[in-house]
């Protein structure tokens, strides 16, 4: 939980700091400031696509956005993104 929270926030100041508004960051990934919102609260993970999209519209890069949109495990943190089942 405290992970999350700490994606949710890197997400929120990323996007402070573009000084854009949350309608502004929906629109230029063509969703609802509703689900952007949802997002942002963390009550909905975006699709890839619209991941992708909120992720350029932000400047964030590949590795920032798997560390905001995929909640890493200990075990898959500690072992390089592999689980004991994977190695």
């Known amino acids: 939980m ?3 929270l700490k994606r949710l926030d890197a997400l929120i100041a ?3 700091s573009c000084k854009l508004k949350q309608r502004e960051v929906a629109s230029l990934a063509n ?9 942002e609260a963390g009550g ?3 699709q890839m696509g619209t991941g992708l ?3 350029e519209n932000l ?4 590795e ?3 560390k ?20």
Do not use: C
């Open 59 to 62: 400047g964030i890069n590949v």
């Open 64 to 66: 920032a956005l798997k």
């Open 68 to 87: 905001l949109f995929i909640p890493q495990t200990p075990k898959a943190a500690n072992s390089g993104g592999q689980t004991q089942e994977t190695k």
């Open 53 to 55: 999209s909120i992720a």
């Open 31 to 39: 969703i609802s400031e509703r689900q952007y919102r949802k997002i």
């Open 2 to 4: 405290k992970q999350e």
């Open 44 to 46: 909905s993970e975006p």
């Open 14 to 16: 990323k996007r402070k």
